[in-house]
């Protein structure tokens, strides 16, 4: 009798132990899936919806836990080209990706040395200037970091000088620098800056300089040509007067009358045009001097020597190691 109740006991404790503990662990973490990376190299570098809190240093035996749903993975290998894939995670499951990585012996498309290296995309803006990266708050005056492919916009915020944007185009496996400042590149006089054109020129927009150099010629012309029509119709004008005062016949006079008028309405009519003419070189004049002396959208470039001071930061994510996110640079002049 006690051998039997020792054995039943001994065997409840065992199925105690016996029970699967992924059983358990998966029904309490059903809400969530799984993402497990097989490749035929190991460390593998996985960012998920193209999210800075996002980023993973996969081995062949570890998986990533990821909500249900539609996810973006951007995966780098080193020796390869980068490639991405979209796949829907469900919950309480491990959504397998199988990739052959063929490797090379040196990829010019890989992003993997610029991963490692913590940034593939450095800005330089004025100091005091929030940062921001599509919308998020990266750093302040300076920022480096690595971005993925494609359209991105760069702003900086400054509590005087106002804002500053720009969309960049980024290739992930090369490097970008960026630079845009709300001080003049090369500051004018005070009456330099008044000359048409002189502003364009000065911060390098050939183009509207040249528009604008275009525009004013054209009216000048315009009040030239005007000008000596108008000196010719009125050498005429004044001798069809004095041939109508002279005249004693009846069909000279209205000969000459006729003429008269006709001459008058064409120097009213140059008149006109010069004042025309005129206003359109004022509005050309006007608008583009103020366009040029006002700060660009965009800021400055300015091509100043930088010295670039990395240091590097490695923060954790989910248990895996976070890269290029945390990497900051100092300037010197």
């Known amino acids: 009798m006690n051998l039997r109740l020792l054995t039943l006991s001994c065997l409840l404790i065992f199925s105690v132990f016996l029970v699967p503990k992924n059983g358990f662990s998966q029904d309490a973490n059903a809400e969530f899936g799984y993402f497990k990376l097989i490749t035929n190299v190991s460390n593998n570098f996985v960012i998920v919806d193209n999210k800075s809190d996002q980023v993973f ?5 570890d998986s990533i836990k990821l909500e249900p749903g539609k996810h973006h993975f951007f995966i780098i290998v080193k020796d390869a080209p980068d490639f991405e894939t979209e796949l829907t995670i469900e919950p309480g499951s491990t959504k397998k990706y199988y990739r052959n990585i063929v490797s090379f012996s040196k990829s010019s498309k890989s992003s993997y040395d610029r991963f490692k290296a913590g940034y593939n995309f450095t800005f330089i803006t004025d100091p005091n200037s929030i940062i921001y990266i599509n919308d998020e708050r990266v750093g302040m005056g300076d920022y480096s970091g690595f971005l993925l492919n494609g359209e991105n916009s760069v702003k900086a915020v400054h509590p005087e000088f106002g804002e500053l944007k720009k969309s960049v185009t980024i290739t992930s496996y090369e490097n970008s620098f960026l630079q845009r400042y709300n001080t003049k590149p090369k500051l004018l006089s ?26 004013l010629g054209a009216t000048f012309s315009g009040i030239i040509l005007q000008r000596n029509n108008f000196n010719d119709n009125k050498l005429k004008f004044d001798e069809a007067t004095r041939n109508y005062n002279n005249s004693t016949d009846v069909f000279d006079v209205k000969k000459y009358r006729e003429e008269v008028v006709k001459y008058q309405d064409a120097m009213d009519s140059n008149n006109k045009n010069i004042t025309l003419f005129a206003i359109a070189g004022a509005l050309v004049y006007g608008a583009s001097t103020l366009d040029g002396i006002r700060k660009p959208r965009q800021g400055y470039n300015v091509s100043d020597t930088i010295n670039i001071k990395p240091t590097f930061a490695q923060l954790p994510t989910n248990g895996t190691n976070h890269y290029g996110f945390g990497f900051k640079m100092s300037l010197t002049r």
Do not use: H, M, N, R
């Open 57 to 61: 240093e996969l081995s062949k035996i």
């Open 190 to 215: 005070s009456g330099l800056k008044w000359l048409p054109s002189v502003a364009y020129f000065a911060k390098g927009e050939k183009t509207k300089g040249a528009i604008t150099l275009a525009g």
